[in-house]
């Protein structure tokens, strides 16, 4: 018995652990030749080379013969093998280096900067490093790696992007690079005088590459690596982005079938104040053209009938209400920039008096009512949301399957430690609370911040999306961000710190938007007409630099670019893609995925049923006397709180389950009564806003992590089944109209978009299903207890019950 025990504590003292599989080293890029092995000792040696071992156990392999030797004694020998194959292991799976030359398709107007051969793009997964040898390029729009599978059709995605590919990095969304010098990681930037055997590149959408290069050339990997940290990470120019080079050498032949109203003319804004019934009491202005009155401004907007052309003159905007929507009941959402705190005390007196005369041609009691909101006092700073979002994608940036489930023991507590979902939770209140103004109240809200640009656009945009159908439609959402965002003045050079000359100002303001947006999605799927891809590639489409949507701070600041002497074409001045066209960026297959198949379209009202149908819509806005009960669950994740208590080691969550700032009675009531009753997707929406309805974007934050994937579930798994079906019907139907019409055409069959939903999961359609690497049997944490006898008491938010680790999947 004792040298059973004896016997069992070398094997344990052999197994690597997971810090040793990530030291496994990288395959050299020659193809290995047959390696004989045999069914009773392992893998033999060939002739001049090191002896390989299944993946996951270079060393535990030779440790447990040692093992066995010693305890069967010094005499005493291995048999030899009865049976040798000259078969590769297939747990080893190194593909052979690029023969042929594969060319780079370059965009108009893209150059090539530098290149390195021989390197190997890998993807840590259970201490092997397994990927491709190819060439790693940079241009001056994207870093891209090319391999034999770069030509190849056979294994092209069902969703693919035009512009930028599957291996393909746009400099914009570059956010860290890092070196690995003798195993140990450093932040690259500025100058080298070291240059790394490994470089890892960490993306703004979340994607994590790395590349080794251990076998390329020495003069390549100066002009790689120094090529790829100076364009993606060095200060430039406006004039230096590749939107410019793109757009002075692509043809303008962009589709003209684009919905979007672009609030470019004073016709759009008459057009808006119409549809939402706001042309009685508002007026558009067009006393900023040629952009006299301030260049943050756009050239037309709206503001109150009384208001002066003279008063807008006199402080250059600032002061002055801007309108962004109009109620069905007559109240209006305002925006408003504020005078500089800093200002003497005449001058203060001056604009104080200025300001009492603006509200009070808004504010008349007891027919018109008034009521300002300073956001720059209620919600979260810019430098606040920054920091939160800053740890937040930290949690995704996984290096390898190892530090996933290191994290995972612990997903709970980090992930509230960012509070980044607070955030989103308060924002959503705030939207609310305007709505419960507008709607119930029926008096006047005016926004107050700073510039007006950044938290303004967020609750006026989120207001809209959940008052006003139109736009929760496609062509509506995307006119309402060219009106409150693009035309709006928000600075997406800044925010997105697309030059890189100040990180003071990078706030991710308009990505806060599409969290928000995304959770009212995932709530109230039938009433949106778009999907949760389409937030998630708008989202990646802030960093491609071909669209000029997301890439100027003010609209005066892109006409002024657009009429430089200096880019004028033969033909004229070049006009900037917008990013609303998505014929450029996709198929029309591909295009299939951004529209809802179960949207529930607003039917057309029948003049018979108008006034039936205009008591319905005001059937959300009554109240009861009493006041409904409210939910007695508050946190982050309702349905996993009780397993998750079970399995804490003694450590309370209250914090996490209680929600802070409890809304006043008013709201309270206005909130529960709406919920209490059914949803009509087409009129009022109200976001549920308790601790466990605030949820991961999963989509867009694990789409690149293959152990969070879910097998042949998620929701666009399920979309696409159900586009196939709608696709399997339509063809059915041209069928069906071909014989009744008795035409002879083979046009009428379409492709279904996929043939193998197995190979689907909760990935798609950013990637196909991926191999998943094994949940170790003890958690990587353990490991490290094993290692320094630390007491597992003393440790928090471990895990007892190892079968019931939960995981991100869950969310």
């Given at each position: 018995?004792?040298?059973?025990?004896?016997?069992?504590?070398?094997?344990?003292?052999?197994?690597?652990?997971?810090?040793?599989?990530?030291?496994?080293?990288?395959?050299?890029?020659?193809?290995?030749?047959?390696?004989?092995?045999?069914?009773?000792?392992?893998?033999?040696?060939?002739?001049?080379?090191?002896?390989?071992?299944?993946?996951?156990?270079?060393?535990?392999?030779?440790?447990?013969?040692?093992?066995?030797?010693?305890?069967?004694?010094?005499?005493?020998?291995?048999?030899?093998?009865?049976?040798?194959?000259?078969?590769?292991?297939?747990?080893?799976?190194?593909?052979?280096?690029?023969?042929?030359?594969?060319?780079?398709?370059?965009?108009?107007?893209?150059?090539?900067?530098?290149?390195?051969?021989?390197?190997?793009?890998?993807?840590?997964?259970?201490?092997?490093?397994?990927?491709?040898?190819?060439?790693?390029?940079?241009?001056?729009?994207?870093?891209?790696?090319?391999?034999?599978?770069?030509?190849?059709?056979?294994?092209?995605?069902?969703?693919?992007?035009?512009?930028?590919?599957?291996?393909?990095?746009?400099?914009?969304?570059?956010?860290?690079?890092?070196?690995v010098f003798d195993e140990k990681k450093k932040l690259l930037t500025?100058?080298?005088?070291?240059?790394?055997?490994?470089?890892?590149?960490?993306?703004?959408?979340?994607?994590?590459?790395?590349?080794?290069?251990?076998?390329?050339?020495?003069?390549?990997?100066?002009?790689?690596?120094?090529?790829?940290?100076?364009?993606?990470?060095?200060?430039?120019?406006?004039?230096?982005?590749?939107?410019?080079?793109?757009?002075?050498?692509?043809?303008?032949?962009?589709?003209?079938?684009?919905?979007?109203?672009?609030?470019?003319?004073?016709?759009?804004?008459?057009?808006?104040?119409?549809?939402?019934?706001?042309?009685?009491?508002?007026?558009?202005?067009?006393?900023?053209?040629?952009?006299?009155?301030?260049?943050?401004?756009?050239?037309?907007?709206?503001?109150?009938?009384?208001?002066?052309?003279?008063?807008?003159?006199?402080?250059?905007?600032?002061?002055?209400?801007?309108?962004?929507?109009?109620?069905?009941?007559?109240?209006?959402?305002?925006?408003?920039?504020?005078?500089?705190?800093?200002?003497?005390?005449?001058?203060?007196?001056?604009?104080?008096?200025?300001?009492?005369?603006?509200?009070?041609?808004?504010?008349?009691?007891?027919?018109?009512?008034?009521?300002?909101?300073?956001?720059?006092?209620?919600?979260?700073?810019?430098?606040?949301?920054?920091?939160?979002?800053?740890?937040?994608?930290?949690?995704?940036?996984?290096?390898?399957?190892?530090?996933?489930?290191?994290?995972?023991?612990?997903?709970?507590?980090?992930?509230?430690?960012?509070?980044?979902?607070?955030?989103?939770?308060?924002?959503?209140?705030?939207?609310?609370?305007?709505?419960?103004?507008?709607?119930?109240?029926?008096?006047?809200?005016?926004?107050?911040?700073?510039?007006?640009?950044?938290?303004?656009?967020?609750?006026?945009?989120?207001?809209?999306?959940?008052?006003?159908?139109?736009?929760?439609?496609?062509?509506?959402?995307?006119?309402?961000?060219?009106?409150?965002?693009?035309?709006?003045?928000?600075?997406?050079?800044?925010?997105?710190?697309?030059?890189?000359?100040?990180?003071?100002?990078?706030?991710?303001?308009?990505?806060?938007?599409?969290?928000?947006?995304?959770?009212?999605?995932?709530?109230?799927?039938?009433?949106?007409?778009?999907?949760?891809?389409?937030?998630?590639?708008?989202?990646?489409?802030?960093?491609?630099?071909?669209?000029?949507?997301?890439?100027?701070?003010?609209?005066?600041?892109?006409?002024?670019?657009?009429?430089?002497?200096?880019?004028?074409?033969?033909?004229?001045?070049?006009?900037?893609?917008?990013?609303?066209?998505?014929?450029?960026?996709?198929?029309?297959?591909?295009?299939?995925?951004?529209?809802?198949?179960?949207?529930?379209?607003?039917?057309?009202?029948?003049?018979?049923?108008?006034?039936?149908?205009?008591?319905?819509?005001?059937?959300?806005?009554?109240?009861?006397?009493?006041?409904?009960?409210?939910?007695?669950?508050?946190?982050?994740?309702?349905?996993?709180?009780?397993?998750?208590?079970?399995?804490?080691?003694?450590?309370?969550?209250?914090?996490?389950?209680?929600?802070?700032?409890?809304?006043?009675?008013?709201?309270?009531?206005?909130y529960d009564s709406w919920h209490s009753k059914p949803v009509d997707?087409?009129?009022?929406?109200?976001?549920?806003?308790?601790?466990?309805?605030?949820?991961?974007?999963?989509?867009?934050?694990?789409?690149?992590?293959?152990?969070?994937?879910?097998?042949?579930?998620?929701?666009?798994?399920?979309?696409?089944?159900?586009?196939?079906?709608?696709?399997?019907?339509?063809?059915?139907?041209?069928?069906?109209?071909?014989?009744?019409?008795?035409?002879?055409?083979?046009?009428?069959?379409?492709?279904?978009?996929?043939?193998?939903?197995?190979?689907?999961?909760?990935?798609?359609?950013?990637?196909?299903?991926?191999?998943?690497?094994?949940?170790?049997?003890?958690?990587?944490?353990?490991?490290?207890?094993?290692?320094?006898?630390?007491?597992?008491?003393?440790?928090?938010?471990?895990?007892?019950?190892?079968s019931g680790v939960m995981t991100k999947d869950k969310l």
């Amino acid at each position: 018995m004792g040298g059973v025990i004896c016997m069992f504590r070398l094997l344990l003292t052999a197994l690597p652990s997971p810090q040793q599989q990530r030291s496994l080293p990288f395959p050299p890029p020659p193809p290995p030749p047959p390696r004989a092995f045999s069914c009773s000792s392992g893998f033999e040696e060939g002739p001049g080379e090191a002896t390989p071992s299944p993946v996951g156990a270079s060393s535990g392999s030779s440790g447990r013969r040692e093992a066995i030797e010693a305890m069967l004694g010094s005499g005493a020998r291995a048999a030899k093998p009865s049976f040798v194959s000259y078969i590769s292991p297939e747990e080893i799976l190194i593909k052979e280096p690029i023969e042929k030359e594969v060319s780079l398709r370059l965009l108009p107007g893209e150059l090539l900067l530098c290149e390195a051969n021989t390197v190997y793009k890998y993807m840590p997964e259970d201490g092997s490093n397994r990927g491709t040898y190819g060439k790693l390029v940079c241009t001056n729009f994207k870093i891209s790696f090319l391999d034999d599978d770069s030509t190849s059709d056979d294994n092209e995605p069902q969703f693919k992007n035009k512009i930028v590919g599957e291996n393909d990095i746009t400099l914009q969304c570059v956010d860290q690079i890092y070196g690995v010098f003798d195993e140990k990681k450093k932040l690259l930037t500025g100058q080298l005088r070291k240059y790394p055997e490994i470089l890892i590149i960490y993306c703004k959408d979340l994607r994590v590459c790395h590349f080794c290069l251990r076998y390329t050339k020495e003069e390549e990997v100066k002009r790689i690596v120094s090529g790829i940290v100076h364009h993606s990470q060095t200060p430039k120019l406006l004039k230096r982005l590749f939107l410019f080079s793109y757009a002075s050498a692509a043809p303008n032949n962009t589709d003209g079938r684009n919905q979007t109203v672009m609030f470019d003319t004073l016709e759009d804004w008459r057009g808006e104040l119409e549809r939402t019934k706001g042309n009685v009491k508002y007026k558009v202005v067009t006393v900023n053209e040629d952009y006299r009155v301030s260049q943050k401004l756009p050239l037309y907007f709206v503001v109150p009938i009384c208001v002066s052309e003279e008063s807008i003159l006199k402080y250059e905007g600032r002061g002055i209400p801007i309108w962004c929507w109009s109620c069905h009941n007559g109240a209006a959402l305002l925006k408003m920039s504020a005078f500089p705190k800093e200002q003497d005390d005449s001058t203060s007196q001056m604009q104080k008096a200025f300001l009492d005369g603006i509200y009070k041609t808004i504010s008349k009691p007891p027919y018109e009512l008034l009521k300002t909101d300073d956001l720059s006092s209620s919600l979260p700073s810019l430098q606040e949301i920054q920091t939160a979002y800053t740890k937040f994608k930290q949690l995704f940036w996984i290096d390898n399957s190892a530090d996933f489930w290191a994290t995972d023991v612990k997903w709970f507590s980090l992930l509230e430690s960012t509070n980044w979902l607070e955030i989103i939770r308060r924002v959503l209140k705030k939207a609310i609370e305007v709505v419960e103004c507008l709607e119930r109240q029926n008096t006047n809200v005016l926004l107050i911040e700073e510039s007006a640009t950044d938290m303004c656009c967020v609750i006026s945009s989120l207001v809209q999306v959940m008052m006003d159908s139109y736009n929760r439609t496609k062509s509506g959402f995307q006119s309402l961000i060219q009106k409150e965002w693009v035309v709006g003045g928000h600075s997406f050079l800044d925010r997105c710190n697309h030059l890189h000359r100040s990180d003071k100002e990078e706030a991710p303001v308009f990505l806060l938007l599409l969290n928000c947006v995304w959770q009212l999605v995932q709530q109230y799927p039938p009433a949106f007409e778009f999907t949760e891809t389409y937030l998630t590639v708008l989202s990646d489409s802030l960093y491609v630099p071909i669209f000029s949507t997301f890439f100027f701070n003010s609209q005066h600041q892109k006409d002024n670019s657009m009429n430089d002497e200096s880019f004028r074409t033969q033909s004229g001045p070049f006009r900037f893609l917008t990013v609303w066209d998505w014929s450029v960026q996709f198929d029309p297959k591909a295009q299939a995925f951004l529209n809802n198949p179960l949207y529930a379209e607003k039917p057309k009202p029948d003049k018979s049923q108008r006034k039936t149908a205009r008591f319905k819509h005001q059937r959300q806005l009554s109240l009861p006397l009493t006041q409904t009960k409210s939910s007695t669950k508050r946190g982050f994740f309702r349905e996993e709180t009780d397993h998750l208590i079970k399995n804490i080691l003694g450590k309370r969550i209250g914090k996490l389950i209680n929600s802070s700032d409890e809304p006043p009675n008013s709201f309270r009531e206005f909130y529960d009564s709406w919920h209490s009753k059914p949803v009509d997707y087409h009129g009022l929406l109200l976001p549920r806003i308790e601790g466990p309805e605030i949820k991961v974007w999963a989509q867009r934050y694990l789409r690149w992590i293959p152990e969070a994937q879910l097998h042949g579930g998620g929701t666009i798994a399920t979309a696409a089944k159900i586009l196939d079906l709608m696709e399997e019907v339509q063809s059915l139907q041209a069928k069906l109209d071909e014989e009744h019409s008795q035409a002879i055409s083979g046009d009428v069959h379409s492709v279904p978009l996929l043939r193998n939903s197995s190979r689907l999961s909760s990935l798609f359609p950013f990637a196909l299903l991926q191999r998943q690497s094994l949940k170790p049997a003890l958690p990587t944490s353990t490991w490290k207890d094993l290692e320094d006898e630390e007491d597992l008491v003393k440790r928090d938010d471990e895990f007892v019950d190892l079968s019931g680790v939960m995981t991100k999947d869950k969310l």
